[in-house]
């Protein structure tokens, strides 16, 4: 099989905090062809660090499958608060739709993140297209920034119950007491509606950071938006994905959940 191309530290964005990259991953020539749908990648990290570079494995396992995928950054909450991080991922889903990442229009956007990411991943598929302080001040003129799918691993989707003085404070840019409506904006859960797309959840077992109750109401609230979702709970920690046998699973899931998405 040809190799799997790998285009990386390419910029997409140049906020006045500095600049950001994607790495990209082209399928080989003689993959199956799956170029029609571009999967974004999102990496968690309480919002305050983490790297694109860690999806770079599943980027690869992706492209390997035939479809083009990418790792993004977006700015960080020592850099900037709340909704800085949801713009650069809407400037990113932008981007790949002009067709400037990978030199052709997908037909279909799908994220994929974990933690923090799946926050951020959530939040752009309850807030598709929408305008104000949410809109991404980017080169990329009007093109949408609606997805058709997303894949969370082990994501906080609820952040009404914060600590005052935690790293969500400085996520959202206040207290929870402060502004209340601020972190209700800031919540996928409180923005679900039936134009919501598909969604594959995931919430380990074991996850020592965050709880599986909170991925249940998410996934409550999308089915009775009517929203086509599915919630696996598989045993392990905040990082079962990572690792055999769950590595292997869940690229096969998220082949098989772009697959659906055709039908």
Request: glycine fraction near 6%; charged fraction near 35%; charge should be negative.
């Given at each position: 099989m040809a190799a799997i191309t790998e285009d990386r530290d390419v910029r997409f964005k140049r906020p006045p905090e500095g600049d950001l990259h994607a790495n990209l991953f082209a399928p080989p020539e003689d993959a199956t062809d799956r170029r029609n749908t571009v999967v974004l990648h999102v990496h968690g990290g309480v919002w305050n660090r983490g790297e694109r570079e860690f999806f770079d494995d599943r980027c690869r396992a992706l492209a390997a499958r035939g479809i083009p995928t990418a790792t993004i950054d977006y700015r960080l909450s020592g850099t900037a608060t709340y909704p800085a991080a949801l713009q650069d991922v809407k400037t990113a889903i932008r981007w790949v739709r002009t067709g400037d990442a990978f030199d052709r229009v997908p037909d279909r956007i799908v994220l994929v993140a974990h933690s923090a990411g799946a926050h951020l991943a959530a939040l752009a598929a309850t807030t598709q297209d929408h305008g104000g302080d949410l809109a991404p001040d980017d080169a990329y003129g009007d093109a949408s920034t609606a997805v058709d799918g997303i894949v969370c691993f082990d994501?906080?989707?609820?952040?009404?119950?914060?600590?005052?003085?935690?790293?969500?404070?400085?996520?959202?840019?206040?207290?929870?007491?402060?502004?209340?409506?601020?972190?209700?904006?800031?919540?996928?859960?409180?923005?679900?509606?039936?134009?919501?797309?598909?969604?594959?959840?995931?919430?380990?077992?074991?996850?020592?950071?965050?709880?599986?109750?909170?991925?249940?109401?998410?996934?409550?609230?999308?089915?009775?938006?009517?929203?086509?979702?599915?919630?696996?709970?598989?045993?392990?920690?905040?990082?079962?994905?990572?690792?055999?046998?769950?590595?292997?699973?869940?690229?096969?899931?998220?082949?098989?959940?772009?697959?659906?998405?055709?039908?």
């Open positions: 994501g906080p989707y609820d952040l009404m119950g914060a600590e005052p003085g935690g790293e969500t404070a400085d996520f959202v840019g206040c207290d929870p007491t402060e502004n209340p409506d601020r972190y209700r904006a800031a919540s996928p859960r409180e923005r679900v509606t039936s134009e919501h797309p598909p969604a594959l959840l995931y919430h380990a077992d074991d996850d020592e950071w965050l709880t599986r109750r909170e991925t249940r109401a998410y996934r409550d609230v999308l089915a009775c938006e009517g929203v086509d979702v599915e919630l696996k709970t598989p045993p392990g920690d905040h990082w079962f994905f990572t690792e055999p046998p769950w590595f292997d699973r869940t690229v096969e899931h998220a082949v098989t959940f772009v697959d659906e998405l055709d039908d």
